[in-house]
DNA sequence: AGAGTTGCTGGACATCGCGTCCAGGAATGG
DNA sequence: CCATTCCTGGACGCGATGTCCAGCAACTCT
């Protein structure tokens, strides 16, 4: 019963192979640096034909892309619940950050760590940067010059965040979640005291 | 006079070669990102032969990492003058990672900005890392288990400060360095507290 | 259910970069 | 000045990339 325009509906099989694709580098990725994944490789294990690849994927790096995007929605759709009230407005992505990490990590060991495609760091760090900027100063980017801009601090916060999260990801260290998240506040919160919105 | 092993006294053609395709790299670096650039392209800016590269280098990371080794040797080199006094131990080597930074601006830009290689951003992490890690833990690592250990503190420290030092580099922005480095203690020192060596 | 559209396939092709090898000529060190 | 070592440029095989096509299969829509 939608006003939209008619939407052609789409292929299934168009969405099943781009679909299988995904998954494909997705799985090589627990297995291989990103670096090292041919398309080739993509195709086969998704059960697909070279040249389909090419039909969905400009090459290896736009079905990066896509599968950012999809970990972008994942995030965004599990909208970063504010049960408990963060220490600080700046440090609200702290928690739901690390909490995603931790039920998918080998995911997240995959897409960031060592062997990940920077890539999705960048674009990760990017996200955050902006949450903590947005967080930190208000809507105004144009705002009077000071010494110590948002975009600089929010550089700092989500620098150590990504560190840690590394950090945290790459080694078996006996620390949990919750230590992680109170290590990181422990050692960043107090540097945020003069910042308190405004 | 020195007692050393004798020497076999190293043929100049070689060093002339390698320190050519050195500098072809560097140079390179600074026009496209380095996972652009190809072997031939350095032997060619390097007046040299493509066979010649091989015969010197492994294969373009091997360049690379020889590299970082002169890099690692200069930062050395200019060992960290303690002219003044750190606000803390575990920050002795912001101010003159900073001062280098902007005195070879260009050239940290092109190493540690978008277009350079991870591997010398992670071998700074590592190395920033480890000064952090001893100046706050002393020699054993083997230590007792802490909800906080060292190693994780570091990560902290060093990852603001690279993702600082990036920001910095990468933007033209007006910040001096002495207000980058203003900005990075204020934000990290409070945390770091408690950490009064021990 | 049938017609028409669209996607999938696998194979061929040209291109590129890599790493190896060699033999003749050039520079170097003793 | 001679023996050694390096440089060279070119050829080779390899693997990956991205494009193209023609026939077959799957899907959508009516």
New interface residues.
């Given amino acids: 019963m939608t006003a939209a325009p008619r939407r052609p509906r789409p292929d299934r099989r168009v969405e099943r192979s781009k679909q299988a694709l995904r998954d494909a580098l997705i799985a090589l990725m627990h297995e291989h640096p990103y670096e090292r994944i041919s398309v080739a490789d993509i195709a086969e294990r998704a059960n697909v034909g070279r040249s389909t690849f090419y039909v969905h994927f400009a090459d290896k790096d736009d079905l990066l892309v896509d599968g950012i995007d999809q970990l972008k929605a994942w995030l965004r759709e599990r909208g970063d619940a504010p049960e408990v009230t963060p220490a600080h407005p700046a440090l609200a992505f702290v928690r739901p950050m690390i909490e995603h990490a931790e039920q998918q990590r080998a995911l997240f060991r995959a897409l960031v760590g060592r062997g990940g495609a920077?890539q999705v760091s960048?674009e990760l760090?990017r996200m955050l940067a902006e949450l903590v900027r947005v967080a930190l100063g208000g809507k105004a980017t144009v705002a009077k010059?000071r010494?110590?801009p948002e975009?600089?601090?929010a550089?700092?916060?989500?620098?150590?965040?990504?560190?840690?999260l590394?950090?945290?990801l790459e080694r078996d260290s006996?620390?949990t979640a919750a230590?992680?998240e109170?290590?990181?506040t422990?050692?960043?919160?107090?540097?945020?005291?003069g910042w308190t919105r405004r």
């Fill in positions: 920077v960048e760090h010059r010494p110590a975009e600089a601090i550089e700092v916060v989500v620098g150590a965040f990504m560190a840690l590394r950090w945290w006996a620390m230590e992680v109170a290590t990181f422990r050692q960043l919160l107090p540097g945020l005291a």
